[in-house]
């Protein structure tokens, strides 16, 4: 069963557009929302990260929208560069007894940005 | 350098031909974890450890086996490899889970190929 939710698979966006992946979840007791960037041959990074009690976060470029009550949340990537093209990884994880801690992640999505 | 370091990178076995694939952090991270990345299915957990001599099954533990006898090192042990277990393994590592939910850093990822 798959908890966290992710799309598109792929996204082509022209640079200096605006790229938008959504990723929904089912579980209420998540409490913590990172995304994870991975480059080819590489391990994903952390790239930014948000908790329920804001609805929304903004690094640079890099923007986390997060609907509570749609258990929704989204990376909007402003003015999108060649440079970000990367596969974009949504996450989710909750607090279980005595604070240990499952990360669950969506399937990706390739970003390519074109110029 | 502060990194998660893991061998061999590229390995191509037969079926039944046990493996360890090793996974060493230089962070005197708590936490560590298996991954592994599949094409349309994204991060899956195999398995984690929170310290040492403490490990507990992921989403897909199946087929392996992990230990923790130092708190630097997390290998991953594939007793009798077999074809599905074809895949992109990722080891991750953090700072203790829990309420302050901390960073994963992986590493570069091993690419394993049974035949």
């Known amino acids: 069963q798959q908890q966290v939710k992710q799309s598109p698979q792929s996204l082509i966006v022209q640079k200096g557009g605006i790229s938008i992946i959504n990723c929904a979840y089912e579980n209420t007791a998540f409490d913590y929302f990172p995304w994870y960037q991975q480059f080819p041959g590489k391990g994903p990074a952390l790239l930014i990260a948000?908790?329920?009690?804001?609805s929304e976060k903004k690094e640079g470029r890099f923007t986390i929208s997060f609907n509570k009550s749609a258990k929704q949340f989204s990376l909007h990537i402003m003015d999108s560069q060649p440079g970000d093209s990367a596969t974009y990884f949504c996450?989710?994880?909750?607090?279980?007894?005595?604070?240990?801690?499952?990360?669950?992640f969506g399937t990706g999505t390739r970003l390519t940005i074109i110029p | 350098e502060a990194q998660v370091t893991q061998n061999p990178r590229y390995l191509i076995t037969v079926t039944g031909k046990k493996l360890t694939v090793t996974c060493s952090q230089n962070m005197n991270h708590e936490y560590m974890s298996w991954y592994r990345q599949d094409p349309g299915l994204g991060l899956r957990q195999i398995y984690y450890?929170?310290?040492?001599?403490?490990?507990d099954k992921g989403d897909v533990p199946e087929g392996y086996k992990v230990s923790r006898k130092e708190k630097r090192n997390f290998p991953l042990i594939l007793e009798s490899p077999s074809p599905n277990q074809t895949s992109l393994y990722f080891c991750?590592?953090?700072?203790?889970?829990?309420?302050?939910?901390?960073?994963?850093?992986f590493g570069e990822g091993s690419r394993l190929t049974v035949l």
């Open positions: 948000i908790r329920p009690d804001v």
């Open positions: 991750a590592s953090s700072l203790l889970f829990g309420i302050n939910t901390g960073e994963l850093f």
């Open positions: 450890s929170m310290n040492v001599e403490v490990t």
């Open positions: 996450a989710a994880s909750a607090t279980l007894n005595f604070g240990n801690e499952k990360l669950t």
